[in-house]
């Protein structure tokens, strides 16, 4: 029996959406305020994932000058028309996140042929929530679903969950938004996903991002609803089980793989030994779920709690070549590994070019500044790291 062990992807790599296409599998990545905008990860059986790029990889098409810690590009979705031949990949830009008062929640979309691009420039749908997401009706119609945002309320401002129309041909929402689904007493709706199986509509949402996270369910006979929460209320969580290295446990997204299997993958965050800091950030989880005789998915394994370990039928694909931890900067561009911050480096600032084996990198503003900095970084994928490397040092005013 093969298995597949957690995290699928490690080191700050939020998952917000697992797709397959055909025999392949791909995932599509939070950036926050880093650019490029939206890793692409490539799986040929779910237990081994290959950067293969970004969507956002020009100014042009993503801009997070001025954007705060933790705002920026939020939970991006893959959805793909069968009709017209689309990939399509909604995202949420967060500005004033930090800001007690209103928020500026901006949802766009960018469409594609093919997985590894070009995608199209941003085409903006709307404002006032976030996770936004398209669902492929059966019978070829689209819906436009997002977060809800209500500043009336006193303890959240997650008011559930909206539909809406999307009309393709003209690229534009369409008709009046709709609310289908006030969430339960976890409270917090956001993080969800919808699908069409065995002739139900079945939604997944969870509750905050911290260590009472959750993924919920819940099903309807008919698209808008009423929906009913699973029974358990709870699908899987982390909160009662605080020896588990999976905390944090939420933002569910289900896939079915080529061979019928049901995966539930998830968000988690790994606290340090003995700490409660999770120093990577939040990762990527995957857990075999299953179809009972109620018409509700639960865990293989049962219960609620998160698996590390877990069992995969047939084949779970072939280890990528593993990536080389060393980078002698002989490249003409910088590998897909390494991002900036906020906004591209053109030449000027950022280049392969001016010195062989060397990257050189010429400053901007001041570390404080939530502009422009010139700051090239790689994810750290573990609590233990070693690093070296080799830099030569000049006064800046010898280039200008």
């Known amino acids: 029996m093969s298995s597949i062990h957690n995290p699928i992807i490690s080191g700050f790599n939020l998952a917000s959406c697992i797709f397959r296409l055909g025999e392949e599998y ?7 305020e880093w650019f490029l905008g939206i890793a692409l990860y490539h799986s040929r059986g779910l237990a081994h994932w290959y950067m293969i790029g970004h969507a956002l990889m020009r100014s042009s098409k993503l801009d997070l000058r001025g954007v705060q810690s933790s705002e920026g590009v939020w939970a991006p979705n893959l959805s793909h028309c069968e009709a017209d ?10 500005r004033n996140w930090g800001y007690d008062g209103p928020r500026d ?9 093919s997985i590894e691009g070009p995608w199209s420039d941003p085409i903006y749908l709307d404002t006032g929530g976030i996770d936004s997401l398209f669902f492929l009706h059966p019978d070829g119609r689209t819906s436009y679903l997002r977060n809800c945002w209500d500043y009336r309320t006193a303890k959240d401002h997650f008011a559930g969950i909206v539909m809406q129309e999307f009309e393709r041909e003209r690229e534009t929402l369409i008709g009046e938004s709709c609310l289908i689904y006030k969430g339960f007493g976890l409270g917090k709706v956001e993080g ?3 699908y069409y199986c065995n002739g139900n509509y079945l939604l997944t949402a969870k509750c905050g991002t911290i260590y009472d996270y959750a993924v919920t369910l819940a099903l309807s006979h008919a698209l808008w609803g009423p929906y009913e929460v699973h029974p358990s209320q709870t699908g899987i969580t982390s909160r009662f089980f605080p020896k588990n290295p999976l905390q944090k446990a939420g933002h569910g997204l289900l896939v079915q793989d080529h061979y019928g299997i049901w995966y539930l993958a998830h968000l988690y965050a790994g606290p340090l030994p003995s700490r409660v800091r999770c120093i990577l950030g939040r990762d990527a989880a995957l857990q075999k779920v299953v179809w009972k005789e109620d ?6 394994q049962g219960g609620i709690e998160p698996a590390i370990t877990i069992e995969a039928e047939n084949h779970v694909g072939q280890p990528w070549e593993p990536e080389n931890s060393r980078n002698d900067f002989d490249d003409s561009v910088l590998s897909p590994m390494y991002q900036m911050l906020r906004c591209k480096l053109d030449e000027r600032f950022c280049n392969l070019t001016e010195r062989e084996g060397y990257l050189r990198l ?3 503003e001041t570390v404080t500044s939530w502009f422009e900095q010139t700051l090239v970084v790689r994810r750290q994928t573990s609590f233990y790291n070693q690093m070296e490397g080799l ?6 005013r010898q280039f200008f």
């Open 26 to 32: 791909f995932i599509a990545n939070y950036n926050f």
């Open 362 to 364: 010429r400053g901007k």
């Open 105 to 113: 929640m901006h949802n766009y979309f960018v469409a594609s042929n």
């Open 391 to 396: 830099i030569a040092f000049y006064d800046h």
């Open 295 to 300: 018409d509700w998915l639960y865990l293989a």
């Open 192 to 194: 969800f996903h919808l």
């Open 85 to 94: 031949l689309q990939l399509y990949l909604t995202y949420t830009v967060m």
